[in-house]
Structures are given as C-alpha cells and as structure tokens.
C-alpha cells in the first residue's frame, strides 16, 4: 500500500512540474505578444518589431497578422487563441 502511495504522488508530482511548464511556456507567449501590441500601437512595422525584440520575423509575423485582423481592439487571450488554432 505504501508503494502505491509513493507512486501516486511520484505521477502527481510529475503533473505539477509539467502543469507549470505549460504555464511558463504560455506566460512567455502572451507576454511576446503583448510587447508586439506595444509596438504595433507605436507604428512600427514587422521588420522593426522583430529587430526591437530580437526575435525572427518568421516568430513576429503570424502574432502582428493576428492583432491587424482586430485592430484597434487589441485582446492578447484572442490573439494567443488565435494562433494556437493556426499552429
């Protein structure tokens, strides 16, 4: 019985570290693509973005098309969304 109890908290254990994995992981994305709004609010175009935040266009690109389709009322949640259900 204590084997099984050993067991069962090994696998809760490995759920909790990759649950905040995933959240780590989604924080960045949100906080990428709240950084790209700011830029975009400032006129700046995809090139400069991606320069600004030294990141690929190939990364900027999907995230600015995203936020241009909502433009003025720009949602980071619907954006994530959004490219979450490209990918």
């Known amino acids: 019985m204590n084997e099984m109890c050993n067991v069962s908290d090994y696998w809760e254990e490995v759920a909790l570290e990759e649950g905040k994995e995933i959240g780590e992981e989604i924080g960045k994305e949100k906080s990428l693509i709240e950084m790209v709004l700011k830029k975009i609010k400032k006129n700046k175009s995809v090139d400069e973005i991606a320069d600004d935040l030294e ?33």
């Open 55 to 87: 990141e690929n266009v190939e990364v900027i690109s999907p995230i600015y098309e995203a936020a241009l389709s909502m433009k003025p009322d720009y949602d980071v949640n619907r954006i994530y969304t959004i490219l979450k259900g490209n990918r």
